[in-house]
């Protein structure tokens, strides 16, 4: 049981992380058709998330809730992927983030539709068919920038080279992902798979030997978490035992 | 056809409450007026994001953060329905947001002010948005078509705005000793920008008569000052809370609430571009543009190779 | 104070100037994305209907952006976009010699004819 609320809770953490990263963008983003579009992504990872944190209160028990689990839990009891984390740079950057999170979520969604804890598929279920959405929104955006301009190329060249190295993490299995056979190794196939075609339609190199970075699954995370918790803890922290 | 013909048989349309539509020919100074109007309504809609953008991060709890994100996502639509209500005047949305970044254009200076708290995400539902309601409803029947269907539009939506900022501070006014003083604070706070947001008094508006006559404009700044004063009078006292006005009385002669002196030097001051954040706001709204240009330029050069790739 | 009494109000914009709007001429950008005109098919049945415009860069973003835009409350299951260079209206001038000579032509309604009640379903 550990295992699995350990495992739901890395997933609940993943998507209101990213959520949570793309919020920042709202009132702030490029064009204004862009800037609903990614708040619709960001509204669909909370949601997410949502879902997750109430599935994994009701098996922590000790009366856990959504926001016990979201908003009182340290940096290192946070178990998200040090992607997730890392700073939002420029739309570029942000957009290369979305991409390479959304297709790790596509596969991993995709296999949990045969899982066997039916709570969990249909969790997945739903969530499918946003992160098909993502994944096709950001991938376009990916193909756009990369085969843009000369300009937007190299922001994309740029991001690359400060995201690549959080991607591994996400297929490096964890004791609960160990526990609960999730075939990371498949996924990372399909994952690479589809990387690699839309990063080479949008002739751009994926680097190769990059020393990749883990321990977010374990709570070791980079120094970003810790302000990013700190912001958006702050009124649950400061008011304990509050309803809002 | 001479000109005063044609102007007086496009007022008799507007008695009439017939539309008017893009192609239509209309009188240079009403097309003006409206480009104005529309565009500073959209501007507000776009700076409005941001004040309470400043909270999405820092939301309490995980519903009032998706709530607050949605809410605020809907403005950015309802600035886009607007833009594009203003586009079928022969206006660009670059040339309007070139408006807005010059100065040449204003918005709602309520967007000027700070918001301090969370509470502020409360009184911002409640009242800010409560104002702008009543200014936008009548507005769903303005004379100009597109603007006409664009305020339905944004009508429906806004509906829960309001709501869900009066819940916000419901929830604050049962809570701890904390929660009602923040509840409170920011209550006094909004209050009295919120009955500026009307605009200044009817005698200082000489050319509402000729926007009313337009029907671009439907109820004279003080009637739908009093009406939303009489509205939130009575709503307060389900919160518990007061309205910071000590001379706030309901008058049985006039069947309406008396109110004290609005300080007008504040609203021709914040106005004036010296409000507390109007440095701010507009500071992000061009960073925001300047920083998305490579992006915007990116996908057009993009789409542009491809359609020449198709053509070859 | 005197300064603003005659700007234009509505609500509390400010003016930066006197009257009429300060519309320079109409420069066309062309760095600005193309302007489209979307259609929404609301439900199964229906026939799509204009709801607004939006800017995008080709036709798949167009639709991505009305889904965005213009779908956030289930508004719609259905989609068209048109970009709006290629919409040809009719000139509302010639309003009256278009439309005017069908209203004398009532007898294509059905309320023209009298027919006894009696006769049923028709």
């Avoid at chain 2, 607050?68 to 206006?91: C, F, M, N, P």
């Avoid at chain 2, 301090?116 to 948005?129: C, E, H, N, Q």
């Avoid at chain 2, 609005?262 to 960073?287: D, M, S, T, Y």
Wanted: include cysteine.
């Amino acid at each position: 049981m550990k295992h699995l609320t350990d495992y739901i809770l890395h997933l609940a953490d993943n998507a209101l992380i990213m959520g949570q990263r793309n919020a920042e963008w709202c009132g702030h983003g490029p064009i204004l058709e862009q800037d609903i579009a990614l708040t619709n992504i960001s509204l669909d990872l909370i949601g997410q998330s949502r879902y997750l944190y109430q599935y994994a209160a009701e098996l922590a028990g000790n009366n856990a809730t959504e926001d016990s689990l979201a908003y009182l839990r340290t940096e290192r009891e946070f178990k998200n992927c040090l992607l997730t984390e890392q700073p939002n740079g420029d739309w570029g950057q942000t957009i290369l983030k979305q991409f390479l999170f959304s297709t790790y979520q596509l596969y991993l969604f995709e296999w949990l539709q045969q899982y066997q804890d039916e709570r969990l598929k249909a969790i997945a279920a739903k969530a499918l068919k946003e992160v098909t959405y993502h994944v096709r929104w950001s991938s376009e955006w990916v193909i756009r920038l990369g085969d843009g301009t000369e300009e937007s190329k190299q922001r994309m060249l740029n991001a690359i080279d400060a995201l690549w190295m959080y991607t591994g993490e996400m297929f490096i299995p964890s004791e609960s992902e160990m526990a609960l056979q999730i075939p990371l190794d498949r996924i990372y196939k399909q994952w690479d798979a589809k990387t690699k075609a839309v990063l080479n339609e949008a002739t751009l190199l994926i680097p190769e030997k990059v020393f990749m970075q883990k321990g977010g699954k374990s709570g070791v995370h980079t120094e970003y978490l810790g302000y990013i918790l700190t912001e958006m803890q702050y009124m649950q922290r400061t008011y304990p035992d509050s309803e809002w | 056809m001479n000109s005063m013909f044609w102007e007086e048989l496009f007022q008799q349309k507007i008695d009439n409450e017939i539309k008017i539509e893009p192609k239509d020919r209309m009188p240079e100074k009403y097309r003006q007026t409206l480009i104005r109007q529309i565009s500073q309504h959209a501007h507000s809609e776009i700076v409005g994001m941001l004040p309470e953008g400043n909270w999405i991060t820092r939301a309490p709890s995980l519903k009032r953060k998706a709530i607050l994100l949605a809410k605020v996502q809907d403005e950015a639509g309802h600035g886009l329905y607007l833009y594009s209500a203003a586009e079928t005047l022969g206006i660009s949305r670059d040339e309007m947001y070139n408006q807005l970044h010059t100065g040449k254009a204003k918005y709602s200076s309520i967007f000027n002010y700070p918001t301090l708290t969370w509470a502020d995400m409360g009184a911002i539902g409640w009242l800010v948005d409560g104002a702008a309601i009543m200014n936008q409803v009548p507005l769903c029947r303005t004379s100009y078509g597109p603007y006409a269907r664009a305020m339905v539009r944004i009508c429906k939506e806004e509906s829960f705005h309001q709501r869900q900022g009066f819940e916000i501070l419901l929830t604050l006014s049962k809570g701890t000793e904390a929660q009602k003083a923040m509840c409170q604070d920011a209550i006094d706070r909004w209050w009295w920008p919120s009955i500026m947001m009307f605009g200044p008094t009817d005698d200082a508006s000489p050319n509402t008569e000729q926007s009313m006559r337009w029907k671009i404009k439907r109820f004279s700044n003080d009637e739908l000052r009093q009406k939303f004063i009489n509205m939130i009078a009575e709503q307060v006292k389900i919160l518990g809370m007061t309205l910071p006005d000590p001379d706030l009385k309901w008058n049985e002669e006039r069947k309406q609430y008396d109110f004290g002196k609005i300080n007008w030097e504040e609203f021709w001051n914040v106005l004036a571009g010296n409000g507390p954040c109007n440095k701010q706001r507009l500071h992000a709204r061009i960073k925001a543009w300047e920083d998305g240009a490579w992006v915007r330029d990116a996908a057009l050069a993009y789409s542009e190779k491809k359609q020449t790739h198709k053509a070859a | 104070m005197k300064l603003y009494t005659n700007k234009f109000y509505y609500g509390d914009y400010g003016e930066s100037k006197h009257g009429a709007a300060d519309i320079s001429s109409p420069q066309t950008n062309k760095q600005e994305w193309p302007l489209w005109e979307i259609f929404i098919r609301s439900r199964q049945g229906l026939d799509h209907k204009h709801v607004g415009s939006l800017h995008a860069v080709d036709a798949a973003m167009a639709i991505e952006n009305a889904r965005d835009v213009y779908t956030r409350r289930m508004e719609g299951i259905s989609i068209w976009a048109v970009e709006s260079k290629h919409i040809h209206a009719s000139n509302p001038d010639d309003a009256a010699n278009l439309y005017e000579p069908s209203n004398d032509k009532v007898y294509r309604h059905p309320t023209f004819y009298n027919l006894p009640d009696a006769i049923k379903h028709m």
